[in-house]
């Protein structure tokens, strides 16, 4: 396996879909599941890789299938789901004595701390993994735009994508069978063959700072390390 030199990403975005945290139950928490992601994230942090994660909130609620409310409190309700999350991987982690902190993108004083990129930034010299929750802090906007926005602001290496799927493809690999995987793409190419990596508004954003993207299978045990250490596991998105 082609290793990649560990020393280009050192501090590192992780973006989970909430859904993955419920596995076949479709809602709520799969607890094999959590320990899972548990153990993937301890094998990062006994390499010292400095970690802020952002999880979404579709095991408990997508803001945007609130159809009976208003959508800006629609996604308020969704935003709230990733705090809860947030919390819950938190303490999961914590039973393991690695240090964390939930950070949130509006005040929960008495739950979570507030975002400040200098807080961050001490804390994740600290060696403590820190969960950005509550979105951007705004509706409109998804967690994959959270995760880019985050990772420019305590200047990450890396944003990696933990999906279902072991990367990026021509196509969709479940209806198209001639559907070819990529292993690497510059922005430019995956906008003009119109891949739907991320929503426009992350993908600008990552296109702009120049954060690179790593898309791969997080239902795979150890694929977050590998992800970073090995060219052959998932696809790489960069300028």
Not at 13 to 29: D, N, T
Not at 58 to 75: Q, S
Not at 172 to 181: C, H, L, N, T, Y
Not at 205 to 219: C, G, M, R, S
């Amino acid at each position: 396996m082609e290793q990649i030199n560990r020393t280009k990403y050192q501090r590192l975005v992780v973006k989970i879909s909430g859904e993955y945290l419920a596995g076949e139950k479709g809602f709520g928490y799969d607890p094999p599941i959590l320990e899972q992601l548990a153990s993937d994230i301890e094998e990062l942090i006994a390499l010292n890789f400095s970690l802020g994660i952002v999880i979404g909130g579709g095991n408990i609620v997508r803001g945007r299938e609130l159809k009976a409310i208003d959508r800006r409190a629609a996604d308020n309700v969704g935003m709230l789901a990733t705090v809860q999350n947030a919390i819950v991987v938190s303490e999961i982690l914590k039973q393991r004595k690695i240090p964390t902190l939930v950070y949130s993108s509006f005040p929960i004083n008495k739950i979570t701390s507030y975002f400040n990129y200098q807080k961050v930034d001490r804390s994740l010299k600290e060696g403590v993994v820190c969960f950005f929750s509550g979105g951007t802090g705004n509706p409109f906007f998804t967690t994959d735009t959270t995760a880019i926005l985050r990772a420019i602001e305590i200047k990450a290496d890396l944003v990696l994508k933990g999906t279902m799927v072991d990367g990026i493809y021509t196509a969709d690999p479940k209806k198209d069978p001639a559907a070819q995987f990529i292993h690497e793409i510059t922005y430019t190419e995956a906008i003009k063959k119109n891949l739907q990596i991320m929503d426009m508004t992350a993908f600008s954003l990552a296109k702009e700072y120049q954060i690179p993207i790593k898309v791969f299978d997080i239902t795979m045990k150890g694929h977050i390390l590998q992800a970073v250490l090995s060219k052959n596991i998932g696809t790489l998105v960069f300028e």
